[in-house]
């Protein structure tokens, strides 16, 4: 585990435009269930699961009572009460020290930005903002008293741009990702030199096609050999580490070059700490 550590530790030193990508693992250690965990709440609750396929479809055709269950039934609970842990810190540090250039999370929990991460990418939307699905426009909830408008009678809370129903940021089953944060993100993946992929299980579609986009990426190199000739190979232009609890598809299917098995509140600050003893 150490010497998995110091590499990347290094790896990350000698890169010149890393990102990150995390999932709901990164978020456990904050007291923040995932799903598909030992202790996930699907893995508990198989019937959640099927309950959230159809969330998208309730919006599209009854956005008053996509409203009223979401108000009912949160599905984290009251995510404004939550804290970073070490795992979102480290990140930021490293983003402090310039190695960094963006988190890409399939996160809602803001816990990134609440860390001090400037560059966030919200793969899957954000708790905190309402998005307008035909405009495109993203509000602050702050700015909406859903519980009033419940009360009220007044539910969705409309868009003050176009006046279409609002509907929550987070990206449900079976909706698109909104296409700004799709292009951005994919940018970011086809320039970076390393990845590193901490606590996702890396099989919710299309964000667990960033890592094999990366993988694809080649750059030849070149070397001589003793004839005199040269040598030239195609090789991974992105060096691609995964910090989890358990081996993924990605570590089976060798996308991801090592993975670091653990914690990732334990882990990542431990390789922040080599980070700076070499680059001293
Ligand atoms: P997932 O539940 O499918 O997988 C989480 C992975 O992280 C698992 O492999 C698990 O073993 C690992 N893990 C758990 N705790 C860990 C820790 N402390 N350190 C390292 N690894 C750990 O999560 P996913 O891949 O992100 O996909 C789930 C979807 O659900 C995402 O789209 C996300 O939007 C959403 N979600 C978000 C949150 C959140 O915002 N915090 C929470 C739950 C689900």
Request: glycine content about 6%; proline content about 6%; some cysteine.
């Amino acid at each position: 585990m150490k010497n998995l550590i110091e590499r990347a530790a290094r790896d990350l030193i000698n890169s010149s435009y890393a990102v990150a990508l995390t999932g709901a693992g990164i978020s456990t250690e904050s007291g923040i269930p995932d799903f598909r965990g030992p202790s996930g709440i699907w893995t508990k609750d198989p019937e959640a699961e099927k309950r959230a396929y159809q969330t998208y479809h309730k919006f599209l055709t009854n956005p008053k009572e996509y409203w009223e269950e979401r108000l009912a039934r949160p599905l984290l609970g009251d995510l404004g009460k939550v804290e970073p842990n070490p795992g979102h810190y480290a990140l930021a540090e490293l983003e402090k020290m310039g190695i960094l250039k963006w988190v890409i999370t399939q996160n809602i929990d803001n816990l990134h930005q609440k860390a001090g991460n400037k560059n966030v990418l919200d793969y899957h939307g954000n708790y905190s903002k309402l998005r307008c699905r035909n405009c495109g426009n993203r509000f602050d909830s702050k700015g909406y008293n859903l519980e009033k408008l419940k009360e009220e009678g007044k539910l969705p809370p409309l868009c003050p741009v176009c006046t279409e129903p609002l509907k929550a940021d987070v990206v449900h089953f079976n909706e698109p990702i909104p296409l700004d944060v799709a292009k951005q993100s994919r940018e970011e993946v086809l320039k970076c030199d390393l990845m590193l992929i901490c606590g996702t299980s890396a099989v919710v579609y299309p964000f667990a096609e960033l890592p094999r986009i990366a993988k694809e990426r080649r750059v030849e190199t070149e070397s001589k050999t003793e004839s005199g000739l040269y040598l030239v190979k195609k090789i991974s232009a992105t060096t691609i580490i995964e910090i989890n609890a358990e081996p993924t598809p990605l570590t089976y299917e060798r996308i991801s070059d090592y993975l670091i098995q653990g914690k990732t509140g334990e882990i990542l600050p431990k390789i922040v700490e080599e980070v700076k003893i070499h680059s001293l």
